[in-house]
């Protein structure tokens, strides 16, 4: 009897038993790892990631999944997911997705977005995040030679020193960078502009035969963007001249480059009483407006001239544009593709104001990211920005 009821007792237990099987299962954890790939540079490309499970379970797990920008701007860089699933079989513990990423052949920093796990079905989720790092694979910008060109040559005058920008680095026997911010002399060089100006190829640097000024938003010496400022002082300096710059502008709320000229020696003292000649500004609120301008004495403060003019249609930044001046004693001339736009001849300045534009000048480019003028950059302002510069030439 004692064997027979402990038979009885056993088959009433394992009939209970098989009827939990799966109830005491684990619920497994769902993560996901982020990834760091090279963009591509056509087209849309896949950035394979891998979701797991903590454990394998005898039920179907669903995972859903969405993106969010950072850096990287949907559909421009990445396609966008929304509450995607992925679905894992009974027993599977691994499942791999894709990402589409749009490739292209521009040079820009490392861009970032994020992966969210947004829900799960017969799982929980414990690190909901996780960064995607879109890789710069390329080193060129991209841009056409598309625009004005200025003619070789003017009647009456002999081309008197170029430079085509077509070799890898600056002319040491014409050029200097200017680096810093202006401080402690000079902070924000005067104008409360944001940028630090260096001379590395993150913000300088030579393509197709053009020099390129990139202005970047970084975190770099205390400034929030770099760009970059060269000047021939002490190397190339002029008094008179026809001058062309072949350049195609950057675009944007706070975005101010600018080809200028100052007096190779002070001869009537400090800025602005020995002069300042500007070839070409543009603040990138007005970006089909170019702006001509002479800074004079006294001082403190400057007293101007400026004139200025726009494009019918479009902007500067569409193509290239040949911004110019003629430059005699006693009298600047503007010009815009060839065509005039301004004139200042001495006896249009402040009476009683000396006349400083009868000496030698030096050549400075730069490109600013804010400052009194243009202000500072806004949400619609994009970064990289860049200034591309063709040639310089000088013909007296």
Known sequence: MRSIYWIYVSIIFFACSKGKKGEDEPIPV???????????????????????????????VTVTYSTLEGTATAGEDYVTATNQPVVFQPGETEKKFTLGIVGDIMREDNETFTLMLTGATNATILQHTATVTILNDDTKIQFTDAGYDAPDNYPGYTLAWADEF????????????????????????GNNELEYYTSRPQNLFFQDGKLVIEARKENFNGKSYTSSKILTAGKKYFRYGRIDIRAKLPRGKGIWPAFWMLPQ?????????????????????????THGTLHYGPGPGSTQYNRSTALPTGALHDEFHVYSIEWKEDQIKWFL????????????????????????????????????????????????????????????
Request: with cysteine; charged share 15%.
């Open 30 to 60: 769902a993560s996901v790892s982020g990834v760091s790939l090279p963009e591509g540079n056509s087209g849309n490309t896949s950035f394979e990631l891998t979701l797991k499970l903590s454990a394998a379970i005898s039920k179907s």
């Open 166 to 189: 077509d070799g890898q680095a600056l002319d040491p026997a014409s050029w200097s960078n200017q680096d810093g911010d202006g401080c402690p002399n000079l902070c924000g060089w």
């Open 265 to 289: 020696n002070n001869v009537y003292g400090g800025w602005p009483t020995s002069g300042e000649i500007d070839i070409m500004e543009m603040v990138g609120h007005e970006p089909n407006r």
């Open 337 to 396: 593709d060839g065509n005039l736009f301004s004139t200042a001849n001495k006896s249009d300045l402040a009476q009683n104001a000396i006349y400083p534009f009868n000496e030698e000048f030096y050549f400075i480019i730069n490109l600013a990211v804010g400052g009194n003028w243009p202000g500072s950059p806004d949400a619609t302002t994009s970064f990289p920005q860049h200034l591309i510069v063709d040639y310089i030439r000088v013909y007296q």
